[in-house]
T-cell receptor, first 113, second 112 residues
Framework: GAGVSQSPRYKVAKRGQDVALRCDPI?????LFWYQQALGQGPEFLTY????????KSGLPSDRFFAERPEGSVSTLKIQRTQQEDSAVYLC???????????FGPGTRLTVL | GQQLNQSPQSMFIQEGEDVSMNCTSS?????WLWYKQDPGEGPVLLIA?????ELTSNGRLTAQFGITRKDSFLNISASIPSDVGIYFC????????????FGSGTQLTVLP
């Protein structure tokens, strides 16, 4: 596609539920990043994929967060047993090989009640 | 880790005025990126800077990569209502992931 797409755009979950957030990167972009953005803050890094390999997951806040990109294209961020502090906007970004510029999707706003 | 200090935190300006905002870091960045984020949307890349001292324009926007590599500024000339939004500076980390470190953002409000 022309840009990064994410779905759903909004997700409301009850505390304890599992959620799955999807990201479709720009076609041909080998690098894919997930960020978490709290209200009034800049995005903060969660995890990074190069093709299907998850090369850095140092930003994942707990073992309840899990990400995958099995075929090197679409990625899913899964949050198990959601907590209220997980409420945030989750942004996906992709970049071409060797390029620093990252292009972001519209984000998924997660609200945990 | 690397941190970016962005100022001002917010600005209220009259339509037609020029705007300047800046970003500083305690460590060197090899690339500076400026993004704009509208409510309910993801950040949109405005300008990318790659060399110390580089001055780059994109329409009414001009950004400079500081010669010390520890700062950058963004200017917007002749502001218009659609300039409203949050502006972020960002730079890739020195780690292997090259994830972006973001500033805290400048909220711009343009008054008619």
């Amino acid at each position: 596609g022309a840009g990064v797409s994410q779905s759903p755009r909004y997700k409301v979950a009850k505390r304890g539920q599992d959620v799955a957030l999807r990201c479709d990167p720009i076609s041909g972009h080998v690098s894919l990043f997930w960020y978490q953005q709290a209200l009034g803050q800049g995005p903060e890094f969660l995890t990074y994929f190069q093709n299907e390999a998850q090369l850095d997951k140092s930003g994942l806040p707990s073992d309840r967060f899990f990400a995958e990109r099995p075929e090197g294209s679409v990625s899913t961020l899964k949050i198990q047993r959601t907590q209220q502090e997980d409420s945030a906007v989750y942004l996906c970004a992709s970049s071409a090989r060797g390029r620093a510029e990252q292009f972001f999707g519209p984000g998924t706003r997660l609200t945990v009640l | 880790g690397q941190q970016l200090n962005q100022s001002p935190q917010s600005m209220f300006i009259q339509e037609g005025e020029d705007v300047s905002m800046n970003c500083t870091s305690s460590s060197i960045f090899n690339t500076w990126l400026w993004y704009k984020q509208d409510p309910g949307e993801g950040p949109v890349l405005l300008i990318a800077l790659y060399k110390a001292g580089e001055l780059t324009s994109n329409g009414r926007l001009t950004a400079q990569f500081g010669i010390t590599r520890k700062d950058s500024f963004l200017n917007i000339s002749a502001s218009i209502p659609s300039d409203v939004g949050i502006y972020f500076c960002a730079g890739p980390s020195s780690g292997s992931a090259r994830q972006l470190t973001f500033g805290s953002g400048t909220q711009l409000t343009v008054l008619p």
